[in-house]
């Protein structure tokens, strides 16, 4: 019986290894190959040969690090804020009754029924100089003249990422709060824990799983985005998806951008290890996390 059973879920793994392998595997290979071709940038070809001019150019090129450095940044600083945010919203919502929950979950999911660029266009609306605040803080006399760094900085990026990426942050927190046993946080109550103690040595760690996947989620996500930097950010707003973007297009520089999005791929994936590293730092969380995987 136990050898079906382990027979059947081996077997159940295969359609889910194809799927990463054709998924990912795949087109990792792809870039790898095309990363040593060279260009023929006359007739707009590639040319299957080995050459290190690709990686030769990343290497030296202290643009191209900068860029990753940014998506890096900007990933992480999104992912630090919507935790902040996120947490205790996540909290209130798993405490909630069962009504407050189904209307929590519309509010929270209602702007992601709006297009990325509509929600883009309507926050220049609000910031931009002649937007709501604008209006609001001339009308008040709080300033007396429109203030510009509401717009077009990395102020407005870094807001408008948090914003948009908060409920993926929210709902990965709730799921892990909801599964919470109260009943061990008013035992460390009834022990003599302080609220504040109960909520690091048991809510916290319990609720980590949640924290981490919010976490990986919404670096990833904040940390490839390349519409809200480049609409919302003004100057600042080049990012190392939009320069890949240009170089497979109007470039057709092939060999150049699979060797910068590998690069990219590889800082996003040390930094994702980096913050799941600190993530088990919290006191309990990595019991929480290994009991988990057994």
Request: proline share 5%.
């Given at each position: 019986?136990?050898?079906?059973?382990?027979?059947?879920?081996?077997?159940?793994?295969?359609?889910?290894?194809?799927?990463?392998?054709?998924?990912?595997?795949?087109?990792?290979?792809?870039?790898?190959?095309?990363?040593?071709?060279?260009?023929?940038?006359?007739?707009?070809?590639?040319?299957?040969?080995?050459?290190?001019?690709?990686?030769?150019?990343?290497?030296n090129g202290w643009s191209f690090w900068v860029l990753i450095g940014k998506a890096v940044l900007s990933g992480a600083t999104a992912a630090l804020f919507?935790?902040?945010?996120?947490?205790?919203?996540?909290?209130?919502?798993?405490?909630?009754?069962?009504?407050?929950?189904?209307?929590?979950?519309?509010?929270?999911?209602?702007?992601?029924?709006?297009?990325?660029?509509?929600?883009?266009?309507?926050?220049?609306?609000?910031?931009?100089?002649?937007?709501?605040?604008?209006?609001?803080?001339?009308?008040?006399?709080?300033?007396?003249?429109?203030?510009?760094?509401?717009?077009?900085?990395?102020?407005?990026?870094?807001?408008?990422?948090?914003?948009?990426?908060?409920?993926?942050?929210?709902?990965?927190?709730?799921?892990?709060?909801?599964?919470?046993?109260?009943?061990?946080?008013?035992?460390?109550?009834?022990?003599?824990?302080?609220?504040?103690?109960?909520?690091?040595?048991?809510?916290?760690?319990?609720?980590?799983?949640?924290?981490?996947?919010?976490?990986?989620?919404?670096?990833?996500?904040?940390?490839?985005?390349?519409?809200?930097?480049?609409?919302?950010?003004?100057?600042?707003?080049?990012?190392?998806?939009?320069?890949?973007?240009?170089?497979?297009?109007?470039?057709?520089?092939?060999?150049?951008?699979?060797?910068?999005?590998?690069?990219?791929?590889?800082a996003l994936f040390l930094t994702a290890l980096l913050l799941g590293f600190a993530l088990t730092r919290f006191k309990g969380a990595r019991a929480v996390?290994?009991?988990?995987?057994?």
């Amino acid at each position: 019986m136990i050898g079906r059973l382990a027979f059947g879920r081996a077997h159940l793994a295969i359609p889910v290894t194809v799927v990463l392998a054709l998924g990912c595997v795949v087109p990792l290979g792809v870039l790898v190959v095309f990363s040593v071709f060279e260009v023929d940038f006359d007739a707009f070809q590639l040319i299957p040969a080995v050459s290190p001019r690709a990686w030769s150019e990343l290497l030296n090129g202290w643009s191209f690090w900068v860029l990753i450095g940014k998506a890096v940044l900007s990933g992480a600083t999104a992912a630090l804020f919507t935790a902040i945010l996120g947490y205790p919203i996540a909290l209130a919502l798993a405490n909630s009754p069962l009504k407050w929950k189904g209307i929590g979950t519309i509010v929270l999911l209602t702007p992601l029924y709006t297009g990325e660029i509509v929600r883009i266009y309507a926050w220049r609306i609000v910031l931009g100089a002649e937007g709501l605040i604008n209006t609001l803080l001339l009308d008040l006399h709080v300033v007396a003249q429109p203030v510009k760094w509401l717009l077009f900085t990395p102020f407005t990026t870094g807001l408008v990422l948090t914003y948009n990426n908060l409920p993926y942050m929210v709902l990965a927190i709730w799921v892990s709060a909801e599964m919470v046993d109260r009943r061990l946080i008013e035992a460390a109550r009834d022990l003599g824990a302080r609220p504040i103690d109960a909520f690091f040595k048991v809510t916290l760690p319990l609720t980590t799983p949640g924290l981490a996947a919010g976490v990986f989620a919404v670096f990833a996500l904040a940390a490839g985005e390349m519409l809200t930097p480049s609409l919302l950010g003004g100057v600042s707003g080049q990012t190392a998806m939009a320069m890949i973007d240009n170089l497979f297009g109007t470039a057709f520089d092939w060999p150049l951008a699979s060797a910068l999005a590998l690069a990219l791929l590889a800082a996003l994936f040390l930094t994702a290890l980096l913050l799941g590293f600190a993530l088990t730092r919290f006191k309990g969380a990595r019991a929480v996390l290994q009991r988990g995987r057994t």
